[in-house]
């Protein structure tokens, strides 16, 4: 039988390149032993949190970025909150290469969507993996229950809808 477990966690980072590693750490960190997703979850983390950092003003002195891991019966939705678009758009440096966010996120998520409103931009995505049995779920659960949730708030990500700001929504776990 399987079982719906819902746990989240939220980390604010430091808007720095270098932080970027340290956002990958902490998100492959709250995921379950034996994650079939874990590299998934590094590579998506990492594209999220560098965009961030590059594209937001969140990468300007002070600023910082939040990432959220959620894990749902089968599932684990990573979310990254940054405050918004730089005013000048930044242009790719000569030479520099890779596959883009997009590309990326959208290969290896079964569910993704950015949008940005007034307070900031959010880039969520879903990863889906054969859900935890009661067993696997009990084995599991003192490792994320113990955790808490810290940074601005965002509301529930379920299915692909994307999360919603409500009243109630004040970054408590699950």
């Known amino acids: 039988m399987a079982v719906t477990v819902t746990r989240a966690r939220q980390q ?10 340290a956002a990958r750490a ?22 999220l949190v560098t965009n961030a950092v590059l594209h937001s003003t969140s990468g300007l002195p002070g600023g910082t970025v939040a990432v959220r891991v959620e894990l749902q019966a089968g599932a684990v939705v ?11 758009p930044a242009r790719r440096q000569p030479g520099a290469s890779g596959w883009g966010l997009a590309d990326i996120v959208a290969r290896l998520a079964d ?19 054969p859900a935890l049995t009661e067993q696997d779920a009990a084995a599991h659960a ?3 229950t113990a955790q808490q949730v810290s940074g601005p708030a965002h509301g529930a990500h379920t299915g692909a809808a994307h999360p919603a700001q409500t009243p109630d929504s004040r970054g408590e776990a699950g």
């Open 111 to 129: 569910a993704y969507e950015a949008t940005t409103t007034p307070a900031g931009r959010c880039a969520w995505c879903r990863l889906d993996w």
């Open 78 to 88: 990573i979310s990254v909150v940054d405050a918004g678009p730089r005013p000048v």
């Open 26 to 47: 902490w998100a492959v960190s709250c995921l379950p032993v034996g994650c079939p997703r874990v590299d998934d979850v590094a590579l998506v983390v990492s594209e």
């Open 12 to 21: 604010a980072f430091p808007g720095l390149p270098e932080q970027v590693s």
């Open 142 to 144: 003192p490792h994320i």
